[in-house]
């Protein structure tokens, strides 16, 4: 049983910089893989990235790969998304879930999610 809560979300400019966090109860955090989701307005909930449960390996939407960053503190009961270099078409609505699968990107597979937090990048 995993509750999440996102955080960090907010209105910043384009080429600006956020960093998500998201904060999960639960004693078998380290048993779970976590994943960033996000999902704009008419759109499909679509893929950021995610992380294994130890943290050793990552996977990158093709969209995001090499402006954002996914880990994970495990002795926190965190994971954590750094965002830079954002575009508009960032925009979105950013959750997180957790996972018993080792690795998956299909959001069906995904056990537990957050509430989301809004990003906002203008142009």
């Known amino acids: 049983q995993v509750q999440l809560v996102e955080s960090g979300g907010g209105l910043v400019q384009a080429g600006d910089s956020l960093r998500l966090s998201c904060a999960a109860s639960g004693r078998a955090f380290s048993s779970y893989s976590m994943a960033w989701f996000r999902q704009a307005p008419g759109k499909e909930r679509e893929f950021v990235a995610t992380?294994?449960?130890?943290?050793?390996?990552?996977t990158y939407a093709d969209s995001v790969k090499g402006r954002f960053t996914i880990s994970r503190d495990n002795a926190k009961n965190t994971v954590s998304l750094q965002m830079n270099s954002l575009k508009p078409e960032d925009t979105a609505v950013y959750y997180c879930a957790a996972t018993s699968y080792w690795w998956t990107i299909l959001s069906r597979q995904y056990d537990y999610w957050g509430q989301g937090t809004q990003v906002t990048v203008s142009a």
């Open positions: 992380i294994t449960n130890r943290g050793g390996s990552t």
